[in-house]
Nanobody, 128 residues
Framework: QVQLVESGGGLVQTGGSLRLSCAAS????????MAWFRQAPGKERELVAG????????YYADSVKGRFTISRDNAKNTVYLQMNSLKPEDTAVYYC?????????????????????WGRGAQVTVSS
């Protein structure tokens, strides 16, 4: 069983920064692509960013390109989301998730059913 635990959420003003972390249990973290999703009140869950198992390729939603950076440290079983220039529309609960495919090398990251483990989420609130 894999557990994902997010941390680093909070309240920040417009233009500020936050760094989310997602710590994973288990010995095969480095074999799987990871992603961050978010869900705002009254809206559907959406992909924010994804990263290949090796860390060599990343994917971003158009709304966060140039402001957010996803990274991973396989030695620490942790994936990160650095969020800069935050806007009120970034307010949401942010979830990390593990892709189903071991050593997945495709570019399909945006569907929730591609992921088998999810964290409980971290609230990010950006005030105007």
């Amino acid at each position: 069983q894999v557990q994902l635990v997010e941390s680093g959420g909070g309240l920040v003003q417009t233009g500020g920064s936050l760094r989310l972390s997602c710590a994973a249990s288990g010995r095969t973290f480095s074999n799987y692509a990871m992603a961050w999703f978010r869900q705002a009140p009254g809206k559907e869950r959406e992909l924010v960013a994804g990263i290949k198992w090796s860390g060599g390729r990343t994917y971003y939603a158009d709304s966060v390109k140039g402001r957010f950076t996803i990274s991973r440290d396989n030695a620490k079983n942790t994936v990160y989301l650095q969020m800069n220039s935050l806007k009120p529309e970034d307010t949401a609960v942010y979830y990390c998730a593990r892709h189903r495919g071991e050593y997945y090398s495709g570019s399909n990251y945006d569907r929730g059913d591609l992921y088998d483990y999810w964290g409980r989420g971290a609230q990010v609130t950006v005030s105007s």
